[in-house]
């Protein structure tokens, strides 16, 4: 069983370049998020998608786009990367958003440093 | 929005002896508070919850706390073990799919 699937688990950038992040889940869950890992800063909200089609942004979602690619895939992509992007980049599935159906299952992140 | 303050940041504590790490929250109208445990180079997982309309909640050596007046709500683990040291996050969300807002996180140290 394996949940939730991030790719890659580790890269290096350089400021300016592109790059994909991918997330996939198995459990057949409606919702799906990005989240990013700074040290003291907790886990921060980027984007999510409520259900399949829709997407929406998060407390910081500046520099970053997502693409809902279907039910189980949900990628992330940073355009031109910035220092400031430096991070761990982890994605979360749930079954939905309502009642006890909003229990969030990570991945085991992305760790991402842009030189 | 809603914002999650999580103190201490850093806790030690005797194997044996209980911990306790505490939360508040800003929005009243959030309505579900889980607690995750991240393990070094690894994701969040989820170890207890607990929703707006219950004030306990117990699974084993942990518990959880809510007091919707105060707007606060705290984990609890007792007869610590080694396997317990990591870091806890707890978090706090008004529309489960909207994402979750999450404390800063404490680091549990259990010392042998």
């Known amino acids: 069983n394996a949940g939730v699937t991030q790719t890659p688990k580790f890269q290096v950038l350089k400021t300016g370049q592109s790059m994909t992040l991918q997330c996939a889940q198995d459990?057949?869950?409606?919702?799906m998020y990005w989240y990013r890992q700074d040290p003291g800063m907790g886990l921060r909200l980027i984007y999510y998608?409520?259900?399949?089609?829709?997407?929406d942004k998060g407390e910081v979602p500046n520099g970053y786009n997502v693409s809902r690619l279907n039910k189980r895939e949900f990628s992330l992509r940073l355009e031109s990367a910035a220092p400031s992007q430096t991070s761990v980049y982890f994605c979360?599935?749930?079954?939905?958003?309502?009642?006890?159906?909003?229990?969030?299952?990570f991945g085991a992140g992305t760790r991402l440093s842009v030189l | 929005g809603e914002n999650v303050e999580q103190h201490p940041s850093t806790l030690s504590v005797q194997e044996g002896d209980s911990a306790v790490i505490k939360c508040t929250y800003s929005d009243s109208a959030s309505n579900y508070f889980p607690w995750y445990k991240q393990e070094l180079g690894k994701g969040p997982q989820l170890i207890i919850d607990i929703r707006s309309n219950v004030g306990e909640k117990k699974d084993q050596r942990i518990a959880v706390t809510l007091n919707k007046t105060a707007k606060h709500f705290s984990l609890h683990i007792t007869e610590t073990q080694p396997e317990d040291s990591a870091v806890y996050f707890c978090a706090a969300s008004t529309r489960g799919a909207d994402g979750l807002t999450f404390g800063k996180g404490t680091h549990l140290i259990i010392q042998p």
């Open positions: 459990m057949n869950h409606n919702s």
């Open positions: 998608s409520a259900s399949e089609g829709t997407t």
């Open positions: 979360a599935s749930s079954e939905d958003g309502t009642g006890s159906k909003n229990i969030q299952y």
